[in-house]
């Protein structure tokens, strides 16, 4: 039998912004348990909450009740510097990339280093033979050191992508969150990121949780697909498992075309 240790074990996670119509309950009563080593796609409808459960697994909001434990800790919990040390072990890759276009891929991927220095180090840009040689290495595996000195804004939406993923891996991260990684990039350039975190996820076993709008992406290159409907989850399985009723049921495509 195999057994997958559990890294990331959410309880009663429910999530209320205070609007100025009111109260809005965004995630409902969600409970997940995410093994080390997993892929899962969040899907859903635009609103759904998958960009709010995302931000919660980073602790980047603080859940109006429940809990989120990573290898055993609450994060909700921790102190803010505990919370920003738990942050530097997390890669988040995001839509809109992230990344400064007057430096050079180089420079943006040593940013993923900067966690691992002290502050006045990192102020000053004095990162150390080590962390050039993991920058140097992850450029390497997104298939980008020949650009290492390029203007990151001189390259295509894919390699700055790339370059985005790469930044993540140098964090040496053992989880990384991307919210809609691919919505920026024409198809090809979709599968090339898709791709390339499948890789660091099996070669590495990096555990990968990503939000995706397109339904074909994550039935294909992901484990397993977490579809939120109204911030509730709706279904947890394996690809192979999500019916076409239930896709037109998370999609309210019946109640559209009506
Ligand atoms: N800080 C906030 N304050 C108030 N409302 C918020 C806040 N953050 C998100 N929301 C609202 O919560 C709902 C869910 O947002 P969320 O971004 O999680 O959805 P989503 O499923 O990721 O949508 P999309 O696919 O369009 O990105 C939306 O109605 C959004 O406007």
Redesign the pocket.
Known sequence: MICLQTMIEVRNLSQT???PKGP?Q?LVDVNLDIPKGDFLAVI??????????LRTLNGLLIPTVGSVRVNGTDITKLPKRELQKYRRTVGFIFQQFNLVGRLSALENVLHGRLGYLPTWRGLLGLYREQDYRIAREQLARVDLLAKENARVDSLSGGQQQRVAIARAMAQEPSLILAD?PAANLDPVLSEEVMRTLKRFNEEEGVTVVI?I?ALELALKYAKRIVA?KRGRVVFDGRPEALSEAAVDDLYERKEMLA
């Open positions: 912004f205070q609007t809005l965004v859903g409808r635009s609103g759904a909450g998958k960009s709010t459960f809609e939000n709008h939120f």
